[in-house]
């Protein structure tokens, strides 16, 4: 079928050019990062205007509801100040509209890692110790992953505490318990910054099998073989 072709042949070429990195930085790579972050930057805008623009901002503006309207010209208002800050003069006129992104922002992570991240690593690594219901062996197996999940979750808890006292020459220094604490944490950091690594490698190598056969199928398609 000439669509399946034509994206068979754009991603062969597209293929290449990316490949073609591997004789150094180019031009034809350039070109696809250039395509790949236009077509990326694209998608995004549509995503934007479709599911948030439209109808978080201008289809309540639209609204008989005094409370929705308020609650649209708000924000819009807000968003329509930070174009001052294009001009020097008056771009303190935006500094309000960027104080409540930036706190937004800052309570958002922060929530985040408390309730995405801290608290439930931290419920993991207690419901480890729930034996219930398990046999010796499965106890003891439940036991050491416990084991080994709370000292790492305590060591690189331990690792980010930075109140430390003063050498006799002035420089910072942690106690010995303290160090021997974050020296375990950055093992542990480490063992995950690996783990981490290594699956980016796999999904990098798996992808790169996939455009390589999918290359070999076109190529042969062609050919008629």
Same mark, same amino acid.
């Given at each position: 079928? $000439? %669509? #399946? +072709?034509?994206?068979?042949?754009?991603?062969?070429?597209?293929?290449?050019?990316?490949?073609?990195?591997?004789?150094? #930085?180019? $031009?034809?790579? &350039?070109?696809?990062?250039?395509?790949? %972050?236009?077509?990326?930057?694209?998608?995004?805008?549509?995503?934007?205007?479709?599911?948030?623009?439209? $109808?978080?901002?201008?289809? @309540?503006?639209?609204?008989?509801?005094?409370?929705?309207? /308020?609650?649209?010209?708000? $924000?819009?208002?807000?968003? +329509?100040?930070?174009?001052?800050?294009?001009?020097? *003069?008056?771009?303190?006129?935006?500094?309000?509209?960027?104080?409540?992104?930036?706190?937004?922002?800052?309570?958002?992570? /922060?929530?985040?890692?408390?309730?995405?991240?801290?608290? @439930?690593?931290?419920?993991?690594?207690? #419901?480890?110790? #729930?034996? *219930?219901?398990?046999?010796?062996?499965?106890?003891?197996?439940?036991?050491?992953?416990?084991?080994?999940?709370?000292?790492?979750?305590?060591?690189?808890?331990?690792?980010?505490?930075?109140?430390?006292? *003063?050498? @006799?020459?002035?420089?910072?220094? &942690?106690?010995?318990?303290?160090?021997?604490?974050?020296?375990?944490?950055?093992? +542990?950091?480490?063992?995950?910054?690996g783990a981490l690594f290594a699956g980016v490698y796999m999904a990098a190598l798996t992808a790169m099998i996939e455009r390589l056969s999918s290359m070999i199928n076109f190529i042969r398609q062609l050919a008629g /073989?």
């Amino acid at each position: 079928m $000439p %669509i #399946d +072709f034509l994206a068979g042949a754009v991603g062969l070429i597209l293929t290449l050019l990316v490949f073609s990195y591997l004789i150094g #930085d180019n $031009p034809l790579f &350039r070109l696809a990062t250039y395509l790949f %972050i236009g077509v990326s930057s694209g998608y995004a805008a549509a995503a934007i205007w479709h599911y948030v623009l439209i $109808p978080k901002l201008f289809n @309540p503006l639209r609204s008989n509801d005094p409370a929705q309207l /308020i609650l649209a010209v708000i $924000p819009f208002i807000l968003c +329509f100040t930070l174009f001052a800050k294009l001009l020097p *003069r008056i771009s303190w006129i935006g500094n309000f509209a960027m104080a409540i992104l930036a706190g937004v922002g800052a309570a958002t992570a /922060i929530g985040g890692a408390m309730l995405g991240t801290l608290i @439930p690593q931290s419920l993991a690594a207690m #419901d480890m110790f #729930d034996l *219930r219901g398990l046999d010796t062996a499965q106890a003891f197996a439940r036991l050491v992953q416990g084991a080994i999940m709370l000292v790492g979750t305590v060591a690189t808890l331990g690792y980010f505490q930075f109140s430390a006292g *003063r050498a @006799p020459d002035g420089t910072p220094k &942690r106690n010995i318990f303290f160090e021997g604490v974050a020296w375990l944490g950055k093992v +542990f950091i480490a063992i995950t910054f690996g783990a981490l690594f290594a699956g980016v490698y796999m999904a990098a190598l798996t992808a790169m099998i996939e455009r390589l056969s999918s290359m070999i199928n076109f190529i042969r398609q062609l050919a008629g /073989i």
